[in-house]
């Protein structure tokens, strides 16, 4: 062989080789739609903090690896609810607020603490940003969204055409690729994503079991949506509390306060020192790459949910960040780019499956919430008999119907943990959208009451009356 076969052949062997080792970091950001204008709306408590903890630091780190011409690839999952809660007029306020209420916390923490105080109290006072375009501006990181209001879609497709527009709404922006909410995946879901120019999804471990790869590769589904299953042991290693990186000692206790301040390290049990955490992150980081190194997998799937990163692990986006610098024996991807490099060959028929526990529904349609589901098929069958006479009434019908279809109430309702605010907000919606429901039957639009919902339920904008219609979409 000649030396130009051989380079040619070395070549060749790198491609494979880097084929090989494909690492897609995922994050998924998804909070349900809070009332910001409300002091008491938990939802709206739940993203202040996670802007404070989570979302602005990811941003940052992001932002630094860039700075420094790290050639990095990540793909993020924004969902419409928290896209809009984040371009609200209402957050800024609210969110100068909650930063002051938290440093006058940690101005006031124990002496003993006044380490961890100092470093929280530095962090609370960077200015805040705009999180919607600062993540649209970086330029490694791959845009993508989830269902419209996170609605799990095996459980809607009762009524096919109202589960389909949770797609055709959310795909309005054009992303490539689509987290379906809870990794819902169900039968006609691939060709609802297709129609509206998504490429692929993320799926989990079980649901490419008869795939001659199963997890290792990506998929195609006979109507041609290409499927990325997750890897159960990046996942493991991130996200299980017993065995995953979050509950070293190190680390910032998430669930022990002392007076209101976060000083505590796991289990609650001594000062944190953030200096310590901090290395300790940067190793853990280096660990899980190299234990994706080792894989002969063409493409390992590591997703998660965001708000682990800063929140519920509060050194989160220093791991991520060290694991975008350090990166070695892996290539960091994002699905667009894997399959520009190695489409998907194999044709598999996936069956309805979910990443929640037991893989399929359980988690939101037990005991505790099954009693919810019926009133959404009423629901959902009453949306396919209205008319848009009203345009205003009709489309606010619809947010409303959208917003009772969060995946969120179940799953709260469920785990029981704020089960009474899950099923008040669920109810309120509902009640909203079969008021609006009678008077467009009716022609009577109750215009005041019409506005008040408005004012406080407005995401999406303006919607296509033909969201719910059988016809091509988008619309030609």
């Known amino acids: 062989m000649g030396a130009d076969a051989h380079a040619a052949a070395g070549r060749a062997q790198r491609r494979v080789e880097r084929r090989l080792k494909n690492l897609l970091l995922v994050l998924h950001a998804h909070l349900p739609w809070g009332h910001l204008a409300d002091d ?18 990811l941003l940052e780190a992001l932002e630094r690896v860039e700075a420094d011409g790290v050639p990095y690839r990540l793909t993020f999952s924004v969902s419409p609810p928290l896209a809009a809660m984040w371009s609200s007029s209402l957050l800024p306020a609210r969110l100068a607020r909650f930063i002051e209420a938290e440093s006058l916390a940690y101005q006031n923490a124990p002496l003993s603490h006044a380490a961890a105080a100092k470093f929280h109290l530095t962090r609370l006072a960077r200015p805040r940003r705009d999180l919607l375009d600062g993540f649209r501006r970086l330029k490694n990181v791959e845009l993508i969204c989830s269902t419209a209001t996170h609605g799990f879609l095996p459980l809607l497709t009762t009524v096919p055409e109202v589960a389909r527009a949770q797609v055709r709404i959310a795909a309005a922006s054009g992303p ?34 008869a795939a001659t790869h199963q997890h290792h590769r990506a998929v195609r589904t006979p109507a041609g949506l290409c499927a990325f299953a997750r890897d159960p042991e990046a996942s493991e290693q991130v996200w299980s509390r017993d065995l995953g990186y979050p509950g070293d000692r190190a680390y910032l206790d998430f669930h022990h306060r002392l007076d209101g301040c976060r000083v505590l390290r796991v289990p609650g049990d001594a000062p944190w020192d953030p200096i310590i955490a901090v290395e300790k992150a940067k190793e853990h980081a280096r ?7 080792k894989t002969d997998a063409e493409v390992i799937v590591a997703p998660y949910d965001a708000e682990l990163f800063g929140h ?32 998907a060959t194999e044709t598999i028929d996936l069956p309805t499956s979910s990443w ?3 893989g399929y529904a359980a988690v939101w349609l037990d005991e505790k919430n099954a009693w919810m589901w019926p009133h959404l098929h009423r629901a959902a069958e009453t949306m396919l008999t209205l008319e848009p006479t009203h345009l205003r009434a009709w489309t606010q019908a619809v947010r409303e119907l959208l917003l009772a279809q969060s995946s ?26 079969r008021a609006l429901a009678a008077q467009l039957k009716a022609g009577a639009i109750d215009e005041a009451s019409l506005a008040r919902r408005e004012a406080t339920n407005n995401l999406f904008g303006a ?7 059988s016809g091509p979409w988008p619309p030609r």
Not at 326 to 332: F, I, M, N, Q, Y
Request: aromatic share 14%; charged share 20%.
């Open 40 to 57: 008491n709306d938990p939802a709206a408590q739940w993203l202040l903090e996670a802007c404070v903890d989570c979302y602005q630091p």
């Open 176 to 209: 490539p690729g689509m987290w379906l909410a809870e990794c819902g995946f169900c039968d006609g879901a691939d060709a609802w994503l297709l129609e509206s120019g998504v490429r692929y999804c993320f799926v989990d471990t079980h649901a490419v079991a």
């Open 287 to 293: 660990h899980f790459v190299a234990q994706r190194a």
């Open 312 to 343: 519920w692990w509060f050194e989160g986006p220093d791991f991520l960040e060290a694991v975008l610098r350090e990166a070695s024996g892996v290539t960091l991807a994002t699905p667009t780019d894997h399959l520009r490099e190695q489409p």
């Open 356 to 358: 929640g526990r037991g």
């Open 408 to 433: 969120d109430w179940p799953f709260l309702i469920e785990a029981g943990t704020n089960a009474g605010y899950a099923k008040q907000r669920f109810e309120d919606h509902l009640l909203a959208f």
């Open 463 to 469: 919607i296509d009356a033909r969201v719910y219609g």
